[in-house]
């Protein structure tokens, strides 16, 4: 029987030897196969997903930006509407532009003649001979010098009183019911976005866990080579995070591709090009400008961050309850 | 008895699998740092299972396990996983990842611990050629021998070096000259500070090293020193 002797001089790791050696690793091969993780469906849900977010996101955010636009040019002008008196035809316009124009903080006194007061109801009532036999209440547009706004109330109170039949309107109305529409809307989109980030989460942990089923002989080599949890529970994570930035990307660009052609629909879909002029003038175009294309962004950090959080989330808790 | 610094302690540990019969019973002994043993016994004694418990993969069902000084029990999964750092085991069905070459699977402890490729990449292609797996190293495990797994297998259970290593039947697989310099690697390893348990029934590789026994039978455990 022979005794081994050690070995004087062993060429393991115990003894450096710099040389340059072959590589024999695909550098940072997975440890999790990533076909394994995620498929196509998950993938397919998570773009979905992201383009219903961004059209939700950017359809509030569209909106609101609109609400602003009116809500600002409202509060500019003020309108003087005044009654006819059945009784005389005497005429007070003159002298309220005169006293309008004698007030401080009013940039621009503009009376509409019955002619121009017709136009603008023309595209609801139409154009008759016979409603200029109607006795349409005088208007007089006000602009108004923002930097240095009047106080409205006291110069409705003065004007009203002054002139008899005079009516002072600040669309204060349309502004607040404005506001209330756009608060219902974001209220509703924040909704739904919240859905969606729930949907998404729950589709996520759902695909964690099964990842973890069908990877199950990896996980437990990893634990036994001494893995901590978060070592493994980040070779899940990167998988559903490259999932997820890619699915995201490419439901948000679907949706900002809808939104770049959507002038082009709406012409298409429109059936006179006076109304598709009309949405235009009222909500704009529909396209997205910078802050836009910024909410697009910020739905795929927010789809990817999903991503990342649900599945460490999910593949750790289920770690946690595995007891070997 | 001194056991104060004793790098494994068992005290009247015994273990079943499921409501079966005791496997192992009043199993008590302790091991200093340093040491070399055998763990002997027929097939079905419970080598494995005693293995199993020092890696922390098998509760006892009574009794206390202490390694490096610490009740095993109280451990969270997180100091579990750090002791696990300092023992390096090879399994008797290997348990190498398919999906990852020779190399990648010996280089995964280091990986685990987060250390950087290019620190390490020289180490393991070395220790790869030292235990003869110079031309596998790019081979998946699926295609190799069960000798080549079973190498495969020890060079990542030492390849970070550890303070204890466990090996179940480390040479089951490999012919006697192959398992001859297997053995002078756990020497080596030994010598530089390693404790190392080896479970086996071949006694021709025991004479080759007088190191102290474990002896397992009937569920019972002697030490012969
Ligand atoms: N997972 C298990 N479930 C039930 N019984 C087991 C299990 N593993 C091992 N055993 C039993 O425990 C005994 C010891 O097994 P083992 O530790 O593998 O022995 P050895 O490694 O010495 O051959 C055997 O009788 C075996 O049948
Ligand atoms: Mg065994």
């Known amino acids: 029987m022979s005794t081994v002797q050690p070995a004087s001089s062993l060429p393991v790791p115990y003894k450096t030897r710099k040389q340059s ?265 529909g396209t997205l400008d910078i802050g836009g294309y910024a909410v697009l962004v910020v739905v795929v950090v927010a789809v990817a961050l999903i991503c990342k959080l649900t599945s460490r989330y999910g593949v750790r808790r289920i770690l946690n309850n595995q007891n070997i | 008895m001194n056991t104060g610094h004793a790098l494994i302690r068992f005290e009247n540990v015994g273990l079943r699998y499921g409501a079966g019969q005791e496997v192992l019973r009043d199993v008590n002994f302790h091991l200093h740092p340093g040491s070399f043993h055998f763990l002997t016994g027929a097939s079905g004694a419970g080598k494995t299972t005693l293995l199993r418990m020092l890696f922390m993969s098998l509760r006892p069902t009574r009794g206390l396990v202490y390694l490096f000084g610490r009740n095993i029990a109280k451990n969270t999964t997180s100091q579990r996983a750090d002791l696990r750092r300092r023992i390096g085991i090879v399994f008797q069905d290997f348990r190498l990842l398919d999906h990852l070459t020779t190399w990648e699977n010996v280089a995964l402890p280091l990986r685990v611990m987060g250390r950087k490729q290019s620190d390490y990449q020289d180490d393991v292609t070395e220790l790869l050629r030292w235990v003869g797996l110079g031309d596998r190293m790019h081979a998946f495990p699926a295609v190799l021998s069960g000798g080549e797994k079973q190498r495969a297998a020890i060079a990542r259970a030492v390849i970070a070096k550890p303070e204890l290593l466990l090996a179940d039947e480390p040479t089951g697989n490999v012919d006697p000259q192959m398992a001859r310099r297997l053995l002078r690697l756990f020497i080596e390893l030994n010598r530089l500070g390693t404790s190392i348990i080896i479970a086996t029934h071949d006694y021709q590789l025991m004479s080759q090293f007088p190191a102290a026994r474990m002896q397992l039978e009937n569920g019972r455990l002697e030490m012969h020193e």
């Open chain 1, 21 to 285: 050696q072959p590589k024999y690793a695909r550098p940072n091969a997975p440890i999790v196969p990533p076909g394994s993780v995620t498929g196509h469906s998950l993938a397919l849900v998570i773009a979905i997903m992201g383009f219903l977010a961004s059209i939700t996101a950017c359809g509030v955010y569209v909106v609101f930006n609109a609400a602003n636009v009116w809500t600002n040019r409202i509060s500019a002008e003020i309108t003087i509407q005044i009654q006819p008196h059945a009784d005389s035809s005497s005429d007070d316009t003159a002298e309220i532009v005169q006293f309008l124009k004698g007030q401080n903080g009013i940039a621009r006194v503009t009376p509409f003649s019955q002619e121009q007061s017709l136009k603008l109801v023309e595209p609801w009532i139409g154009r008759s001979e016979v409603l200029k036999s109607f006795a349409i209440p005088k208007l007089i547009a006000v602009q108004i010098d923002m930097s240095s706004p009047p106080d409205i109330a006291t110069l409705k109170t003065v004007l009203e009183s002054k002139f008899p039949g005079a009516l002072l309107d600040d669309h204060g109305l349309w502004r607040n019911e404005i506001r209330r529409l756009t608060r219902l809307l974001e209220i509703g989109g924040i909704g739904m976005l919240f859905l969606m980030a729930m949907a998404t989460a729950a589709v996520i942990v759902a695909a964690a866990t099964s990842a973890l089923a069908s990877n199950r002989e990896i996980v437990s080599v990893l634990n036994l080579v001494g893995a901590e949890e978060k070592f493994i529970a980040r070779q899940f994570e990167t998988h559903f995070v490259k999932v997820g930035v890619r699915a995201g990307i490419f439901g948000a660009g679907l949706a900002g591709l809808l939104f770049f052609c959507l002038p082009y629909i709406t012409e298409g879909i429109s059936t006179s090009a006076t109304s598709a002029a009309e949405i235009r003038r009222l909500v704009g175009a």
